[in-house]
């Protein structure tokens, strides 16, 4: 708790710096400021999880808003060419937080954040950075997917008879087999959920290990592995030796936390228990950072 009261202090630290940097014209600031802008979107996106929203500062400010479109489709050491799209992320993983601590919903803001990620283009065809970009859009994708539209009801949460029932008797020929609509937008969705969740361990395993690019993955490789499936044992395997190359790159526990994070949600959706990684690790009253 206290090494997380540290960090907390730093991210504040931090968004005060940048609102230093904010308050020059852009017109007169450095690379080195350019980089700090760039470098505090990027642990937006890492930590905004982390953080319960009521002790974080507002994203959707103008003057940072500003920033973004100003590194537009500059290159970037940590964010490449996908400034746009931390910050979307960012913002999607503080409104998940709130959902998964108040299950408060905002339909509106998610189609829009969902048509907003859809719509974005990676601006530069470097392939390692165009996957790296394209797994990020899968990450915010998965989240508002997994966390935000996904039906969160449970059997506890259902209503029961209060007794077996197999005491009940009932007619054959009133039984549909046929699928409710709402029974379909949810296998629909959950094989959304799990075709995106493939491609994105697919595209990110291609890439070297030895690869820059490679250091930077374990979010979205985190929030896509949460989603694969029992039959998925080849892309879980590859999931598990992805974040412990990550790990021998950068040497933070958190990537080998992640992947006891994963076993869980593994072994939870192999009895058919369905969680969000997000859920699971708000649960445990874990804070792992990947960034």
Known sequence: MECLRQAQAHFVGGRQLIEFILLIPAEERTEQMHFAIGAYLYW???????????????????????AVQELGDKYHPILGYSAEMAYLNAYIGRYCRTVVDTGVR?????????????????????????????????????NLYAVCYRSHASSQD???????????????????????????????????????????VTTLTQVPDSHPCTNLQGIPLLTAGSELAAEDAVERDLVRKRFRAIYSLNHLP????????????????????????????????????LG
């Open 106 to 142: 905002d339909t509106v803001l998610e189609a829009t954040l969902e048509e907003q990620l859809l719509a974005w283009e990676p601006s530069n065809n470097t392939p390692e950075l165009s996957h790296l970009s394209e797994a990020y859009r899968s990450h915010g994708l998965l």
């Open 44 to 66: 937006e996106m890492a930590c905004c999880f982390l953080i319960e929203p009521d002790q974080q500062q507002p994203l959707n400010t103008a003057q940072i808003f500003s």
């Open 158 to 200: 259902s209503p029961t008879l209060g007794f077996p029932t197999e005491w009940l008797e009932f007619d054959p020929e009133f039984v549909s087999l046929e699928p409710t609509a709402e029974e379909s937008i949810e296998r629909e969705l959950e094989a959304q959920i799990h075709s995106i969740a493939l491609q994105t």
């Open 254 to 289: 958190a990537n080998l936390a992640a992947i006891q994070l994963l076993e869980e949600i593994w072994s939870l959706r192999d009895i058919g228990i369905v969680v969000s990684w997000l859920s699971l690790m708000v649960e445990h009253n874990w804070h792992i950072m």
